[in-house]
């Protein structure tokens, strides 16, 4: 198997994301969409773990992005905004891509991520995609790309494909408008599409396909109410939709999905020392919470890459079991965006700096449109990767001494659904009732726990350990006499007898000190 970088991939790469799916499903990390009616492709929901697991790594987001920042507030925004702000921002006329169908194999995809083939050249492909299928050979057309899915050059023409969803607000179905308009006409297909359009525009809203916009357009009311001075950021958690043409990878790509972002307007001049601190500021963060500092690189964008709205642009690429690719990016996206809703909305989206005088006319006082870098995270891929990192498997042995593999999910521990697990070795003598004790003392501390009497000590340690719990806290007979208890590390599977009195302020440390 080879990676997308074209570099080899192991045995591990190969079968891990099957691995990480079954676990999901398993363990109540993500579920399949609508499952008992099929499933709808694209659709994910986060299980009692994952839904976990994902707080647990939006709250760390937050905490070091706007917390321990003085100079960093948050907002959130409406999901659905005015269709000016999608027309002004550009979204409306060229948020599209170009599909293309596979006449071979029926499969869909982006032109321009599909392989590259040389033109002209004579390629073979199996007979609609399938195995068993005929042998054939085709040519490479002018274009230079053949299927990804089947190595076929029999492809569709391209065409655009709007990747915004929209939808209508108000009561009113527009379409009664258009049954109204059309009855008893005869119209041909421009016809009746205008008709629709002109109908359909009344009422149109659209789900952002991004947070930020909302970032800028909030700018004034955000700067004036915080009185907040340049430079500052507004920070911005929440979903986004895009009707993507490719879902692949489990939730790599998917039509919802949340993200992690941060506008930061700083004065014009001054934007490529803000890029330089705030690359090095989000390779930090995930380098403290992963356990692979390799599988991460700051790959900067080409001069053919860079959006037009932007002068300089990196992504935080990481390496999936497929190949790199993009984690993180963090444009440098000047001071178009507000310049461009400032234009559009007739309100001066700008920042007055008594302090600093004019550097076009020198008298005190400058205004000016402020510069913005933007590091915008996936949350949903965030958690992916960290499932990627955390899986291991290593030899063990079982109660009977026989051989066997032990799954550890090697999350960091505040990220970890439950932070300690509190295990009655029996269900007798007193030791559950003393369990329930530690996890309703633990609870009240904000300590998410997870009481567990079920099977034998060794299978709670196993399944505790396949879903990433740091800690486990085994109540037995000594407990109930002296007020003891077992700390087990998931990790290392080493174990020491601490105080119950001692349990939350020892849990507490070792959760604070986490690498």
């Known amino acids: 198997m080879t990676t997308t970088d074209g570099t080899a991939a192991t045995s591990r790469d190969a079968d891990l994301m099957q691995k990480l799916v079954s676990l999901c499903k398993r363990r109540g990390f993500v579920f399949q969409s609508s499952e008992i009616y099929g499933g709808l492709k694209s659709a994910y929901d986060y299980g009692p773990l ?8 939006a709250a760390e987001w937050w905490r070091n992005m706007v917390y321990q920042r003085e100079n960093v507030v948050g907002l959130d925004a409406s999901i659905i905004m005015h269709p000016q702000v999608w027309q002004t921002s550009g979204h409306l006329s060229g948020f599209s891509d170009p599909l293309v169908d596979c006449l071979n194999c029926k499969e869909r995809f982006r032109a321009d991520k599909a392989p590259r083939g040389e033109v002209g050249k004579s390629v073979g492909y199996i007979g609609g995609g399938k195995s068993g299928g005929a042998k054939l050979q085709g040519i490479v ?20 494909f709007n990747l915004m969803f929209r939808t209508a607000l108000g009561p009113v179905d527009p379409l009664t408008e258009v049954a109204e308009t059309l009855a008893g006409k005869a119209l041909d297909a421009q ?8 109908a359909v525009h009344k009422t149109a809203v659209y789900l952002r396909p991004e947070t930020a916009q909302a970032m800028f357009v909030q700018f004034l009311n955000v700067q004036q109410s915080m009185s907040m001075k340049v430079p500052f950021g507004i920070a911005q958690i ?11 990878h489990f939730i790599f790509r998917s039509c919802e999905f949340e993200q992690m ?17 705030w690359c090095k500021e989000r390779l930090a963060w995930y380098y403290k919470y992963f356990n692979d500092k390799s599988a991460f690189r700051l790959r900067p964008h080409t001069a053919d890459e860079l959006a037009h709205y932007a002068d300089q642009c ?11 690719g993009e984690l993180e990016g ?8 507000l310049k461009k809703h400032a234009e559009a909305s007739g309100v001066k989206l700008s920042y007055f700096d008594q302090q600093k005088n004019d550097p076009t006319t020198g008298k005190p006082g400058w205004r000016f449109v402020p510069y913005v870098i933007e590091p915008a995270a996936g949350l949903t891929r965030t958690f992916l990767c960290l499932l990627v990192d955390a899986y291991h498997e290593e030899a063990a042995k079982d109660a009977e001494g026989d051989a066997k593999t032990r799954v550890v999910l090697r999350l960091h521990p505040r990220l970890a659904p439950f932070k300690a697990a509190i295990l009655p070795l029996v269900k007798k003598d007193g030791q559950p009732e003393l369990a329930a004790t530690i996890v309703e003392q633990f609870r009240s501390h904000g300590l998410n726990v997870s009481y567990d009497d079920k099977q034998s000590i060794g299978k709670r340690y196993a399944r505790h350990d396949e879903i990433g719990t740091p800690y486990c806290l085994t109540v037995d007979n000594d407990s109930v006499r002296d007020l003891t208890v077992t700390i087990r590390d998931r ?25």
Do not use: H
């Not at 994952?50 to 790594?57: P, Y």
């Not at 963090?330 to 965006?337: E, H, Q």
């Open 191 to 198: 016809e009746i599409r205008k008709a629709l359009e002109a």
């Open 50 to 57: 994952g839904a976990e697991l994902k707080r647990n790594i």
């Open 141 to 160: 057309s002018e274009k230079g790309y053949v299927c990804p899915n089947c190595g076929a050059p029999t492809l569709s023409d391209e065409r655009q």
């Open 261 to 277: 972002e941060m506008e930061f307007f700083c004065e014009p001049g001054t934007q490529a020392e803000w890029m330089d601190y």
């Open 238 to 248: 929440g979903k986004s939709f895009r009707n993507e043409i490719v879902t692949e």
């Open 330 to 337: 963090i444009a440098s996206r000047t001071d178009y965006d």
């Open 491 to 515: 990790d290392t599977a080493l174990q020491e007898r601490i105080k119950i009195a001692d349990a939350i302020t020892v849990v507490r440390e070792r959760l604070n000190n986490s690498r």
């Open 314 to 324: 990196f992504d935080v690429e990481y390496r999936y079991p497929w190949g790199w």
